[in-house]
């Protein structure tokens, strides 16, 4: 089965970010659940998208990205707005763990740690 792809953002200053990312309906995160871990998340993106920051409506998730030394990408949480106004925060674990930059897509913007 092909997983769905999803979609958070996230404003810095004047640049917008994108954080493109699958969650798997496996396993690892059926077990996960029922232990009361936090779901795991595959990272598709993580790439700098000014030009269609004006098209990203506000009730797209936003996200933060936790990262261990070296700038290892260890946890994302990603934020939604609930009906009634409240932030609703999900901490999900990264399976694919790498670099914060190494998930580049679509125009690939940054320079990574040996550049």
Not at 87 to 100: E, F, H, I, S
Request: hydrophobic letters at 30%; glycine letters at 6%.
């Amino acid at each position: 089965m092909t997983e769905k792809t999803l979609l958070a953002t996230k404003q810095l200053i004047d640049a917008t970010w994108v954080l493109t990312y699958q969650l798997p309906d496996d396993n690892i995160n059926k077990t996960r659940k029922e232990i009361g871990e936090p779901l795991e998340i595959i990272i598709i993106g993580h790439y700098r998208d000014d030009e269609q920051y004006q098209s990203y409506d506000s009730k797209v998730p936003r996200f933060r990205l936790e990262e261990a030394p070296g700038r290892i990408v260890t946890y994302a949480v990603i934020s939604t707005e609930s009906d009634d106004g409240n932030t609703l925060n999900k901490r999900y674990r990264v399976r694919n763990r790498k670099y914060v930059f190494s998930y580049l897509k679509k125009g690939e913007c940054c320079h990574g740690p040996n550049n």
